[in-house]
């Protein structure tokens, strides 16, 4: 069975510009997470999608949006980029949404913002 | 954003020793996690832990969910050199919401 697929590997983005990063959860998983990983803040929860629907969000600011389409695919978008910004961006993905089916990580995007 | 405490920040040992790593919060938790990340990739999920006072092994990996619910520990007996890269222990808060609290990780190197 494949594993969670992110795209791209690797982003480089100037300040003020937008972008869009993908995520193909494991087949029959609905549910899917974007966490937002760096040095000194570790991992930090996003968003949480499930049938289409955002079930939880974290403290970030309006920028970072998600979305989940009917075949449980996963985009978020980040716009009007900042420095800070620079993070790798995980997804998971689980069979459903209670609280013991354990998250399925893929292998990140690396944004990059100058 | 909110943390979870992680101790050790880093560990080099000798190949075959045991290590001991744990997670506290000031919050309870209904679920403990231990994951590992290898660089270039994302974690990988080792135990999960549902019940408080739960004891979990995994091959040369244990677990334990603490009875108070605010604290886990992981240990991992006769490391070997793949062993290397950096735990990370999680906790979901009650209320089946799905938003992970992290730790910072324990970053393990092994000496062979």
């Known amino acids: 069975k494949a594993g969670v697929t992110q795209t791209p590997r690797y982003l480089i983005k100037t300040r003020g510009q937008q972008v869009t990063l993908s995520c193909s959860p494991i087949s029959g998983h609905r549910s899917v997470s974007w966490y937002q990983q760096t040095p000194g803040q570790g991992l930090q929860f996003l968003f949480e999608y499930f049938s289409e629907t955002q079930r939880n969000k974290g403290n970030f600011p309006g920028r970072f949006s998600g979305r989940q389409f009917s075949n449980s695919r996963s985009e978020m978008n980040v716009s009007t980029l900042e420095l800070g910004d620079s993070a790798l961006y995980l997804c998971?993905?689980?069979?459903?949404?209670?609280?013991?089916?354990?998250?399925?990580f893929g292998n990140g995007t690396r944004l990059t913002v100058t | 954003g909110q943390q979870l405490n992680q101790s050790p920040q880093s560990m080099f040992i000798q190949e075959g020793e045991d290590v001991s790593m744990n997670c506290t919060s000031s919050s309870i938790f209904n679920t403990w996690l231990w994951y590992k990340q290898d660089p270039g990739e994302g974690p990988v999920l080792l135990i999960a832990l549902y019940k408080a006072g739960e004891l979990t092994s995994n091959g040369r990996l244990t677990a334990q969910f603490g009875i108070t619910r605010k604290d886990s520990f992981l240990n991992i007996s006769a490391s070997i050199p793949s062993d290397v890269g950096i735990y990370f222990c999680a906790g979901q808060p009650a209320g089946n919401n799905r938003k992970l609290i992290w730790g910072l990780g324990t970053s393990l190197a092994v000496n062979p």
């Open positions: 998971a993905s689980s069979p459903d949404s209670s609280y013991n089916s354990p998250l399925h």
